[in-house]
């Protein structure tokens, strides 16, 4: 069973419209508890909020939901934790988790980015 089947078999009802799921595994972490967060406001505030697709996108998380909640206050709750696991991505290691550094480098003309510790920068630059 792969990581999308894990979440969701778990959260069925948050990832019933979810087409697309692929990001590195460093930034596990960071999804599930941005979806757990989700799921918790689902309950608590009667909203139904389902993650559309979560992906690698300019180097960073990318997540999008469908169904936004109506109201303002608790639409931007989300909308900030969603802001905030995108703006973490930048900083953690995509193949470890750990605290990292953002880099862009040009490889035969074509733009790499991504999130690297130390550790994990000379395999990503080779």
Sequence with gaps: MNYF????????DEFEDCYKFSFP???????VTL??????HNKVHSTNVKIHSVTKKRGGLHFVIAHKP???SIAEEIFGA??????LSCRTCE????????MKSVDDGKL?????CNEHLSSSTD
């Design 5 to 12: 089947d894990t979440l969701s078999t778990k959260y069925e």
């Design 25 to 31: 595994a460093g930034w596990n972490s960071l999804v």
């Design 35 to 40: 979806v757990e967060y989700i799921v918790w």
């Design 70 to 72: 109506v109201n303002p």
């Design 82 to 87: 969603i802001h905030l696991a995108e703006n």
């Design 95 to 102: 193949v470890c988790g750990a605290p990292s550094a953002f």
């Design 112 to 116: 790499s980015m991504g999130s690297f």
